[in-house]
């Protein structure tokens, strides 16, 4: 029999419509629809007092704001938030001896990294700028390079303008710009770029060349500054040289058989709906405890999309020292909503609403089951690099854009990134694997989701199954061997540093 309606949690008063649920129609053996309840929609399975918790997933995500017979729609317009978890005394070490699914993969095609740590996926030449006021000559001098140089160079893949709006008009020192700065500093040293140094500047701007570089990478071989050179032919000329120099050397890599443990991928949603919770999120939370079992380095994020859990991912830290830091990158990020006169009721977006979410509390018990099971062994501030292996938070703005960009500073080779609404989303220094939360979404859009989790949901394939599938693409994907539509059609998004500091 075809599912109508999934009950996540056996405390839960509401049922997810697998499909749209007519008035009158049966939702679930004896629970008639007393209206119309859209796809992904909840439905109450008993009556719900004014004032009485709504749960899903054996969570409370708010509380009624007026009475709600059985078989009635509730939606973001009826429940209130409840209060958020207190991070003080959060408890760490409880979730730790979850067995995790064993790989039946240990190894993967990549590219060794000169600076030590995870591989590289990808063989790219990335142009780093220190300001955005030399992207347009940029941008002009890399179509050239794409057309004429590129081609005579096989064995690299692409090239790649890392182009920001930081560097000038900014408070450089001022509290917070250490975010954009790390982050811009630990993309020049991305796997995927091979330890090549190419770094265009103006001259004058203030984030200067030692915030970025180290004293012995700071030469002519490594460093461009348009306003030492005489007229605009002669900076096209100079940067399609270097550029030159740098293909050459680049195109000596070649991809060796590394161990697992070589291997970092990030975990992002967007776009989701009541879904990701029950078929995309589990099913990459599977492939992730299968990745880190067999030693890789997994790392999830979005600070307002983990904050309503914070007490389940304590649990699964594994020293104080963890927990602390969760807690402290938490706190911040309360901080600076607060600041700007927001706070975490901000998220959903009016897409995830339709799409079933109704609140973020919701939301973020559906987006922590990416992480899986394993246990959190460090915490990382955004943009930060992993220093320990296996599952790791690493603290983001849940911007699509932004998390990217920060996780790719992080290091990752390739990210896996769910949906439920769909989104063309992709980045040029990484692949991203787009996971489908809803087999409708994969039928729309065929040609731009990699990979279907909706048949978790109807009962066609278990979380297990898919999760197992979804680890070894993600492990061809690493290898070269399969490129996701984003990467294959060229989709890429600008890169958005997370920048909390002033502009001047």
Not at 155 to 183: E, K, L, N
Not at 280 to 295: E, F
Request: hydrophobic share 40%; proline share 6%; with cysteine.
């Amino acid at each position: 029999m075809k599912k109508t309606a999934i009950i996540m949690n056996e405390r839960d008063n509401v049922a997810i419509a697998v499909e749209e649920i007519g008035r009158g129609a049966q939702a679930l053996p004896g629970l008639i629809a007393l209206e119309r309840i859209p796809q992904g929609h909840k439905i109450a399975l008993e009556d719900i007092p004014q004032g009485a918790a709504i749960l899903r997933y054996g969570v409370e995500l708010g509380y009624a704001l007026r009475p709600i017979k059985r078989g009635g729609w509730i939606n973001e317009d009826s429940l209130r938030l409840p209060e958020m978890p207190d991070l003080h005394d959060l408890r760490w070490g409880l979730r730790l001896d979850a067995p995790l699914p064993p790989a039946p993969r240990d190894s993967f095609e990549g590219y060794p990294n000169p600076y030590g740590g995870p591989a590289g996926t990808r063989n790219i030449l990335a142009i780093h700028t220190t300001v955005q006021c030399v992207v347009g000559v940029l941008n002009i001098a890399v179509e050239r390079i794409r057309r004429e140089l590129l081609p005579q160079y096989l064995h690299v893949q692409g090239v790649v303008p890392i182009s920001h709006d930081y560097g000038c008009g900014v408070a450089i020192s001022a509290p917070g710009a250490d975010i954009p700065i790390r982050t811009l500093k630990n993309l020049i040293r991305h796997p995927n770029f091979g330890g090549e140094i190419m770094l265009v500047g103006l001259g004058c701007e203030k984030l200067t060349l030692d915030m970025l570089l180290k004293p012995d990478e700071i030469n002519a071989e490594n460093v461009l500054m348009l306003q030492e050179i005489e007229g605009f032919d002669a900076m096209l000329e100079a940067i399609y040289a270097m550029a030159e120099r740098k293909l050459k050397k680049l195109n000596e890599r070649r991809r060796e058989t590394l161990p697992l443990s070589k291997l970092l991928v990030g975990l992002q949603c967007g776009g989701s709906d009541a879904f990701s919770g029950v078929t995309a999120n589990p099913a990459a939370g599977y492939a992730a405890d299968m990745l880190v079992g067999a030693g890789a380095t997994v790392l999830f994020s979005e600070a307002s999309e983990v904050r309503d859990g914070a007490h389940l991912i304590a649990e699964r830290c594994v020293d104080e020292a963890t927990c602390r830091k969760l807690a402290y990158e938490l706190q911040w990020f309360d901080d600076y909503l607060e600041r700007g006169g927001a706070d975490r009721s901000a998220n959903p977006s009016p897409g995830n609403k339709e799409g079933g979410l109704s609140n973020i509390v919701e939301k973020v018990m559906g987006a922590i089951a990416k992480s899986g099971t394993a246990p959190i062994v460090e915490v990382l501030a955004p943009a930060e690099r992993p220093s320990k292996q296996g599952m790791i938070y690493a603290n983001t703005a849940a911007s699509d854009f932004v998390c990217g960009t920060s996780q790719l500073a992080s290091g990752i080779g390739v990210q896996v990134f769910m949906t439920g609404r769909g989104t063309p989303y992709g980045l040029a220094a990484a692949p991203v694997i787009k996971v489908s939360s809803r087999t409708a979404l994969k039928q729309q859009w065929g040609d731009l989701i990699d990979f279907d989790a909706g048949p978790a949901a109807t009962g066609g394939m278990t979380i297990a199954q898919l999760g197992e599938s979804l680890f070894h693409q993600i492990v061809d994907v690493a290898s070269g061997r399969v490129r996701p539509a984003a990467e294959r059609y060229g989709i890429h998004n600008d890169l958005c540093l997370f920048n909390p500091a002033p502009i001047t």
